[in-house]
């Protein structure tokens, strides 16, 4: 489902945030859709927390045109008269408190009743598999059970919005990856519009409807997380999400989205144009998966000359570094695979994953 197609739960239009001479946002604007589970992408420093901390309330932004939750206007409101909350890395949990009673703190703040309160609060632990462990202390459980009491107090309460700020990060990799799957099963069984903050771009290809991708205050690129992975806008864009060859080159020729670019040493090569406005003669740079390269044979169109300069052991897969017409290239082959003992003498790679945007 596009987020277009969605009724907006958040709305954030033109919003500027400084910490002294630091613009922490630069006329930033994103929205999320009723259940959509939007993560915010980005590198320390890129301006996804303070984005994060903006909508929340826990900063009021130097300017804002629009700040909506629900359709309610929240730009002047403090943080606890906002219909969100947010859930944080370090879980913020009390330890004088039983589990029950950590989940059941927001309600009794918003003067529910003792009764009513653990009730819905040992439904809410039902949900994150934690009802056997209502009555014990938090010093008593782990760090994966910790994250799913921080979750269950943050839906006890039924937001219009859970704010995420980086909840996995402290959890190795098994159990994180286990708990990437419960959140998406949690979002979806509770329908809640989820606002996601990461540094991983692993988490927000597994879990999110649509991702934005920030730097130094500013969206570089948005979409769903295939628009990400595939079809980078930018070199910062590819080299975030992971894209091992990036090679400078010239645009030759357009045919629709494709074009055809000639690489300094002369060779041509043809790729998916990502970007508006890039025209014949434009400098450009064409990004390539190192898992998308693979020998070419004698006849093949678009081929490139390669000499095998250096092989890399990695353990699941072996990196073989590659002197080509274009420049130096990565070709990386899994085990199993005949290439990693080939005498590679030529590659090439499907027209579709190649991707190419302007030169910056």
Known sequence: MTDSSREPMLEVEDVVHRYGMVTALSHVSLSAGRGEFLTI??????????????????????????????????????????????????????????????????????????????????????????????????????????????????????????????????????????????????????????????????????????????????????????????????????????????????????EGTAGIVEFPGGARTRGVVTVEGLKAGDAVCVALRAERIAPATEGATDALKAEVTNRVYRGKYIDIALATDAGPLRLRSWHGSHVESEDIRRIGWNTNDAVIFAAE
Request: aromatic share 4%.
């Open 41 to 254: 992408l980005g590198s320390s420093g890129s301006g996804k927390t303070t984005m994060l901390r903006v909508i929340s309330g826990l900063e009021m932004p130097t300017s804002v045109k629009v700040l909506r939750i629900g359709g309610a206007d929240v730009a002047n409101l403090p943080a606890a008269k906002r219909n969100c909350t947010t859930v944080f890395q370090n879980y913020a949990l009390f330890p004088h408190m039983s589990v029950v009673e950590n989940v059941a703190y927001g309600l009794r703040i918003r003067k529910m009743n003792a009764a009513d309160a653990l009730r819905e609060a040992r439904r809410a632990l039902a949900m994150v598999q934690l009802e056997a462990k209502a009555d014990r202390r938090i010093s008593q459980l782990s760090g994966g059970e910790k994250q799913r009491v921080a979750l269950a107090r943050a839906v006890v309460t039924q937001p219009a919005i859970l704010l995420l700020d980086e909840p996995l990060g402290a959890l190795d990799e098994k159990l994180r990856q286990d708990m990437q799957i419960e959140l998406m099963e949690l979002q979806r069984s509770l329908g809640m519009t989820f606002v996601y903050i990461t540094h991983s771009q692993e988490e927000a290809l597994t879990m999110s409807d649509r991702v934005v991708l920030m730097s130094h205050g500013r969206i570089v690129q948005s979409g769903g997380p295939l628009d990400l992975f595939d079809r980078p806008e930018s070199r910062f864009a590819a080299e975030f999400m992971g894209y091992e060859n990036i090679l400078p080159a010239r645009l030759i020729g357009r």
